[in-house]
């Protein structure tokens, strides 16, 4: 038996040991003599010795030799044997890379990934970066939007959305807004973000000698400091619009309130702002007039929100709209904002993408009947209105518009092909309605008129009253290319138009403050919370009132004063459809087009989903999901 054993252990067996665990142990591990182990360990230097007297190689150096003698292998074989042995081993390799390809694309999926530059031409330089000022710069505004935070936001489709808010609370009687903050917050200097500033910011805004643009918004709004993250807004009445105030850029309090307010709008911070928001001024490039020529942005790294992924983001500054357009063709930026949608003649649709986003902003014709006679008859208007044709007018405005039946803008539950809009367009239906509301060619001029008899003291006296009006609007141009086609379609009915196209500026100095036109072809702009309270309650007829036309209505007055007070936006947007039937009746405006803003990016930029803008700047309300450069990651 024992010799049976010794055999076994001597194969370095795993055969139960009789004597149990402890003999185990001395079998593997001992060094007692006579010992199994001891045997092995004998015969290994034996073996060792013969090596080294024969000169016979050890089992891994002979393992090596056997493994060397293949590299000599090609040269046991032909060239063409070389050739095709070669070409089977490349074959295999590229099944190898392909089939491994395959295995990463399958099981990993592309995500956005930091860096990338992306440049943009722009045709106004900045002056005040500053969100209590840049209200009325479109270059400021988009700048600020980039680089200071606000409590609220709106995405690419409309909705708000939280920013520095980590969440917010309306009272029950509408009248306070509760904001509690993010505490992840910081400035780009590095300082943390606190109630104190929000409520610098407001104050800043509500005091009168900083001049903000922005005062109106917040005239009897109270701002207090709850704790260090959280802010409490108190209203005089209920506004369910407020929440869009709460859409303002937030300053830091420990940069600016050593400023003096008279030197507020001088100091350098407007140029070299500090902000909260996801990205952080770099540099800018002057010329030696001291014109700034680039504006370079750089990525936020410390952004308490996801993103932004693109790196940086650089603003050029061009004259003109030829020599941005030049400076495209060219490669040297990448997006801008089209004068024109023709632009997509031009577009490589495999480089560049065209985006058209839906604005609040109505366009129509406005009637003045405390300036026209004629106007002041509901008949003429309503001929007017059937002699023009909307849905050709959108065509010119060069595709940047879409036909509108409503007052109001799409996104606030119209459908803006509204049924109860019945006045399509028809040129017979139009003359039938000025004759019979007296209008004939008495002398064949072909412009209509209206001879009216009236008792002048004892005398009567024949009045002639010619259709010949005026119609005022932009000296944009393709404002006055739809004002000749409403022009030509009128003179087919006998309506004699005589266009007068102004600066905007002058166009609300002299015509819209002062109500002085008898048509005025523009736009109403809303924000993105319906409030047409402005433009149509009877207590704005007046300046700096926007109830241009003065309507006049019990009932549309208590609908507005309804709307302002509804925190519901659902209940509010029937509302309007009420106060669209009432707006119909009356026919003081007639709707033609809602404007579209253009934009066009390269391909190269990913993530980007703008669908409807209050202003120019809200392109960047998703500016964080935007990205360029991309990386794979696991499933």
């Not at 003096?260 to 007039?289: M, W």
Request: aromatic residues 12%; proline residues 6%; hydrophobic residues 35%.
């Amino acid at each position: 038996m024992g010799s049976n054993y010794a055999v076994l252990h001597d194969d370095i067996s795993t055969s139960r040991v009789p004597n149990g665990g402890a003999d185990h142990d001395r079998m593997n591990y001992g060094s007692e003599p006579g010992s199994n182990s001891s045997i092995v360990a004998e015969g290994d230097k034996k073996r060792s010795y013969r090596r080294l007297l024969t000169g016979e190689p050890s089992p891994t150096k002979a393992r090596w030799l056997r493994l060397h003698k293949y590299l000599y292998l090609p040269r046991l074989l032909t060239p063409q044997e070389r050739r095709k042995a070669f070409f089977l081993a490349l074959i295999f390799v590229s099944f190898g890379l392909v089939f491994a390809g395959r295995l990463y694309i399958r099981f990993t999926i592309p995500v956005p990934a930091v860096g990338g530059t992306y440049r943009e031409g722009l045709l106004k330089l900045p002056r005040t970066v500053n969100p209590v000022y840049a209200f009325t710069n479109d270059t400021d505004r988009d700048i600020a939007k980039l680089v200071f935070s606000r409590l609220v936001t709106y995405d690419g489709g409309g909705n708000p959305i939280l920013d520095l808010a980590e969440n917010y609370d309306v009272s029950p009687d509408g009248k306070i807004y509760t904001v509690a903050l993010k505490k992840n917050a910081f400035w780009h200097d590095g300082k943390k973000v606190t109630a104190d500033d929000v409520i610098f910011t407001v104050k800043t805004i509500q005091n009168p000698t900083y001049k903000s643009p922005l005062i109106a918004n917040w005239q009897g709004v109270q701002v207090e400091k709850v704790d260090e993250y959280t802010i409490r807004f108190t209203l005089r009445a209920p506004y369910s619009p407020f929440l869009e105030n709460l859409t303002v850029g937030i300053l830091p309090k420990h940069l600016w309130e050593g400023v003096q307010p008279e030197q507020a709008v001088l100091h350098e911070l407007n140029i070299k702002p500090v902000g909260s928001g996801p990205y952080r001024f770099d540099r800018f490039v002057q010329e030696r007039d001291g014109s700034i020529t680039e504006y370079r942005l750089s990525r936020n790294p410390d952004y308490y929100r996801d993103g932004p992924y693109i790196n940086k983001i650089v603003f050029a500054f061009y004259a003109s709209f030829e020599t941005l357009i030049a400076d495209w063709r060219k490669g040297k930026i990448d997006g801008f904002n089209p004068l024109s949608k023709n632009i997509e003649e031009e577009l490589n649709t495999n480089k560049f993408a065209l985006f058209t986003a839906e604005t609040p902003r109505v366009f129509g014709i406005f009637f003045n009947p405390q300036k026209s006679e004629v106007l002041a008859d509901k008949s003429v208007r309503t001929a007017i209105a059937r002699a023009i044709p909307r849905d050709s007018i959108t065509n010119y405005v060069l595709g940047r518009a879409s036909p509108r039946r409503s007052p109001f803008p799409l996104y606030y539950g119209s459908t803006g092909t509204t049924s109860r809009d019945t006045l399509t367009f028809d040129i017979e239906a139009a003359a039938s309605a000025l004759s019979r509301a007296g209008f004939k060619d008495e002398d064949g001029d072909g412009i209509l008129e209206k001879k009216e008899t009236k008792r002048e003291g004892k005398k009567t006296v024949e009045k002639v009253t010619p259709i010949s009006l005026t119609l005022t609007t932009s000296d944009w141009p393709d404002l006055l290319r739809a004002a000749e086609v409403i022009q030509q379609n009128l003179g087919a009915v006998g309506i004699d138009v005589s266009i007068e196209g102004k600066p905007i500026s002058d166009l609300e100095s002299s015509i819209i403050r002062p109500r002085n036109f008898q048509i005025l072809l523009f736009g109403q702009a809303y924000g993105y919370e319906p409030d047409p309270f402005i433009f149509w309650h009877s207590s704005q007829t007046k300046d700096p009132g926007l109830n241009i036309v003065g309507f006049n209505d019990k009932t549309a007055d208590k609908i507005l004063e309804e709307i302002r007070t509804m925190p519901n936006r659902d209940e509010r947007e029937k509302r309007l459809t009420t106060l669209e039937d009432r707006l119909n009746q009356e026919l003081l405006m007639l709707p033609l087009f809602a404007e579209h803003y253009l934009y066009v990016l390269p391909k190269s930029v990913q993530g980007a989903s703008i669908k409807f803008i209050s202003l120019p700047s809200d392109r960047f309300n998703d500016i964080t999901s935007w990205y360029i450069d991309t990386k794979r990651v696991l499933k």
